[in-house]
């Protein structure tokens, strides 16, 4: 058997065919960088959401859960920095009419700086074989250095154009490397401007009494607000965290490859409050804790990686993504911010109240630190496809298999009768009833076995069991694994103990 590779846009189609996911208001032609989940789509994001809950909030002593409102008093935004400095850089190419995000196009030209890095080493792999050393080769070869070299400046120029909110310098960069319009080829662009991208609403039935309100951007504010009804409700003592999650809104200015950046989508969130000055080591940990939870769902380490920030956000002393390689290359995951005490001090400021936590142990009042870990929902969903998504050749026919992590897919075991007749599907149905009440299942009759254990596989459930006539002689089943295609028989009396080996951690 061998994998094929793997595109974004199989995987699109196949989350469409299989009930995962759908763009949204299709028959009125969609809405952009919306999305629905389907009836399979729905309980993988259940269970990827549980899989976080479990992890974060259920096996730990502190860290305790919280589900606020999506509208907030609008002063929250005012004191996040949400409503001054939550803008993205928008730039228009003049022929094409296209609109960009000016950061990410430099960005998209550094990436490909670093592809053209990537196969000048290739090129000198082959031409050295076994003696070839990469480190001296970006050391010595001209080429190498020179595009390393305008990375590191263009890098550096573009951070502190950002962070300087200069746009006239960003646009000039943009001009300098030669950027064209991807679309028409020209570099004919406008001035740079800034976008916020909170959605605004409004609350009330009057017009001219009704509140402007922003549909929240992320869903960390919630839990600042809360911090002290949480600690003292939970009688919690720093450090602790507060989880959780929930929908986010954002008018992202171009929302491309699927579901990675949405305008509408759900985060799981935790803000873990420490003393002053214990915010590094608490960074370092949450960064340990985080890696292990993707590796433990069967992530592998070529797929992962962290990337510092050094354009850190206004509220952050340290931060760093956890990038996920998607088919579009390496991209944000999860971010993991020491966010200080920015956020509290800032709605102590605008509200007048106090904030603080008395330690009992020092004898003191502060106000908190805060770490984050902040994950998209939608991206790892996204993550767990692209992982799982494999096109295999058996026997000269291409498979086509999810072999999602059995704890996160949506149906765990499928019940086949080999047939439709001779009380194999009651039979069927017994055993459905019996395994149902411990694992989500599935009842399937339609169709040759062949194309059951096909569809099945396409689906990604872990396991089938198979009546046949034999089942009615002996009470035996035959279990079909998704990943070997093996197929062991076995009696229907163990099968409980037997799946859920298989299924738990
Ligand atoms: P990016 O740089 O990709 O825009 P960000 O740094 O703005 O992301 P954060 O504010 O750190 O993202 O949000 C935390 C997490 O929320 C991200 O790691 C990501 O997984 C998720 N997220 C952010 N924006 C989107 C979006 N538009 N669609 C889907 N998920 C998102």
Redesign the pocket.
């Known amino acids: 058997m061998s994998k094929l590779s793997v595109d974004l846009k199989k995987i699109i189609s196949h989350s469409k065919e299989y009930g995962y996911i759908f763009p949204s208001s299709e028959i009125y032609d969609g809405l952009s960088?919306c999305y629905d989940y389907g009836p399979f789509g729905v309980e993988l994001k259940r269970n990827i959401k549980d899989y976080w809950w479990r992890s974060m909030v259920k096996s730990r002593l502190d860290v305790v859960g919280l589900d606020s409102s999506i509208f907030m008093h609008p002063g929250i935004w005012k004191a996040s920095g949400h409503v001054d400095a939550f803008n993205d850089p928008l730039i228009d190419n003049k022929d094409s009419k296209k609109r960009y995000r000016a950061d990410q196009l430099i960005e998209s030209y550094i990436e490909k700086l670093n592809s053209k890095i990537e196969k000048e080493v290739k090129k000198a792999h082959k031409r050295f074989g076994d003696k070839f050393d990469k480190d001296q080769f970006l050391q010595t070869s001209v080429r190498a250095q020179d595009y390393l070299n305008t990375i590191t400046k263009t890098t550096k120029l573009m951070n502190q154009y950002l962070i300087e909110e200069d746009y006239g310098s960003l646009k000039k960069l943009i001009e300098e490397i030669g950027i064209v319009c991807p679309v028409s080829g020209t570099k004919n662009w406008t001035d740079i401007r800034k976008f916020n991208l909170m959605f605004s609403t409004k609350i009330g039935s009057v017009a001219d009494q009704a509140t402007d309100l922003y549909l929240r951007p992320?869903t960390a504010q919630g839990i600042f607000v809360n911090f002290l009804n949480v600690q003292k409700t939970a009688r919690m003592k720093v450090p602790f965290g507060i989880a959780q999650i929930g929908k986010?809104f954002?008018n992202?200015i171009i929302?491309r490859q699927f579901?990675?950046?949405?305008?509408e989508?759900e985060?799981m969130?935790m803000q873990f409050f420490v003393r002053p000055g214990e915010e590094m080591k608490w960074f370092d940990y949450w960064k340990k804790e985080r890696i292990k939870w993707h590796k433990k769902i069967g992530f592998s380490e070529n797929v992962l990686k962290f990337h510092d920030h050094e354009n850190l956000a206004h509220y952050a002393n340290a931060a760093t993504?956890i990038e996920f390689k998607y088919p579009f290359g390496f991209?944000?995951?999860?971010?993991i911010?020491s966010r200080t005490d920015f956020d509290l001090r800032s709605h102590e400021k605008h509200t007048n109240k106090k904030l603080q936590y008395f330690d009992s142990e020092l004898g003191e009042s502060y106000t908190p630190y805060v770490i984050e870990t902040?994950?998209?929902l939608?991206?790892?969903f996204l993550a767990v496809l692209c992982q799982s998504y494999t096109e295999e050749l058996v026997k000269e026919n291409t498979r086509i298999v999810l072999k999602i992590p059995p704890i996160l897919a949506p149906i765990k075991v499928a019940i086949l009768p080999l047939l439709k007749k001779d009380n194999l599907p009651e039979k069927s149905k017994d055993i459905y009833n019996k395994l149902n009440n411990f694992f989500s299942c599935y009842y399937e009759e339609k169709d040759s076995i062949g194309k059951r254990y096909r569809r099945q596989d396409a689906l990604g459930t872990p396991f089938c069991v198979t009546v046949d006539h034999e089942t009615l002689d002996n009470n035996s089943v035959t279990l079909r694994n998704r990943d070997t295609m093996d197929q062991v028989r076995i009696s229907i009396d163990d099968l409980i103990i037997q799946l859920n080996n298989k299924l738990s951690f």
């Not at 991209?331 to 971010?335: A, D, P, R, V």
């Open positions: 960088a992320e986010a954002r992202e929302a579901i990675f950046r949405m305008r989508f985060q969130e993504d991209k944000e995951l999860e971010g911010h902040s994950i998209g939608d991206r790892m």
